[in-house]
């Protein structure tokens, strides 16, 4: 009997060990993660670091590729979440602006100055507004996992310096191809232009547009004081989270334990990434700001007074947009900046 029993133990070890290696086996050799950039700006680290964990913490039975550029989309990146839900692409480290066009409620981040400072994004994306956003989007059709960063978004431009909303107006911008940037802008009574990034570097260079919209980690990587951009306003009108998301039919083929592995990774991905997209921002450190200023490039910093006009002037548009994105969502996320 007690024979039998340990055949018993024995083969349920065995056969347990076989249906372990059969679902490694079924995994791909490769799993495609789409990206806007690349390293080494802080969105493409981010994805770059969430690879590197996630094979070694796997021992190499997950093996992610990071495809930059929304290659996957043919550079259009407002499609990448539709992508993502259709299994066009398995993963992603992807901007709630590219794809507020599919899901609204991610257009919270974009409400204009929302967000007063680092401690009230913290508040959103780590708390109950964090939540609800992850539910939104495991409902339309993906699985989140983690959030990371690209940062607070500054206006820059080749023609003047931005102290007001009348020193905006005229001004040919590029904006991203969300509709409330439109409606921002507009209402400060520049001339805003969507397009993709790809096409707005070269429209900087020949001066079709006269300046654009970008955390300061974009402006210095690409060295934009060399397209003309030699004016910087920092505002902090806007942020723009990313977030760690799976196409469903991919998580379901991991095992529970994998799944944890993955998403532990993006977790820690995405806090490394947001200390690279802050460092040299913060109050205790301006060396990203310091840097810009050598290459000759003014950067106005808006006091109290001069952000309220921006406030006052984009207002109709934040109502506007908060009866679009949900009254009871923006409430939430009104409260948690508050009590942050």
Request: hydrophobic share 40%; no cysteine; net charge negative.
């Amino acid at each position: 009997m007690k024979l039998l029993k340990t055949m018993i133990t024995a083969g349920a070890a065995v056969a347990t060990l076989g249906v372990g290696a059969a679902m490694a086996q079924d995994y791909k050799p490769e799993y495609r993660v789409s990206t806007v950039v690349p390293a080494p700006f802080p969105w493409g680290i981010a994805a770059e670091k969430w690879a590197e964990l996630t094979a070694e913490r796997t021992e190499g039975r997950i093996n992610l590729k990071v495809y930059p550029g929304v290659q996957l989309v043919q550079g259009d990146q407002t499609r990448e979440f539709t992508a993502i839900r259709q299994g066009v692409i398995d993963m992603a480290v992807g901007s709630t602006i590219n794809w507020s066009p599919q899901i609204t409620e991610l257009n919270l981040f974009s409400l204009p100055f929302l967000m007063p400072d680092y401690a009230a994004l913290d508040s959103l994306t780590q708390g109950p507004v964090g939540e609800k956003i992850f539910e939104i989007i495991e409902s339309k059709g993906a699985v989140p996992l983690a959030w990371a960063e690209n940062g607070f978004r500054e206006v820059t431009n080749s023609k003047t310096a931005i102290r007001t909303p009348e020193d905006m107006k005229g001004l040919k911008l590029r904006v991203v191809g969300s509709p409330i940037y439109n409606d921002m802008f507009t209402a400060m009574g520049a001339n805003p232009t969507q397009m993709s990034w790809a096409d707005a570097q070269p429209a900087l260079t020949t001066g079709a547009v006269d300046g654009q919209e970008n955390p300061l980690t974009i402006y210095t990587v690409l060295n934009m004081h060399e397209l003309g951009q030699t004016n910087v306003t920092l505002w902090g009108y806007v942020a723009d989270p990313l977030i760690f998301v799976v196409n469903p039919e991919v998580w379901e083929s991991f095992t529970p334990e994998d799944q944890e592995i993955l998403r532990q990774a993006a977790v820690d991905a995405g806090a490394f990434g947001i200390d690279v997209a802050r460092k040299g921002l913060t109050d205790g450190d301006q060396s990203v700001i310091e840097e810009i200023k050598g290459h000759g490039v003014e950067v106005i910093t808006l006091t109290d007074e001069e952000r309220q006009a921006f406030v006052d002037v984009t207002r109709p548009v934040y109502d506007s947009w908060k009866e679009k994105i949900g009254p009871d969502l923006v409430d939430m996320a009104e409260q948690s900046i508050a009590n942050r």
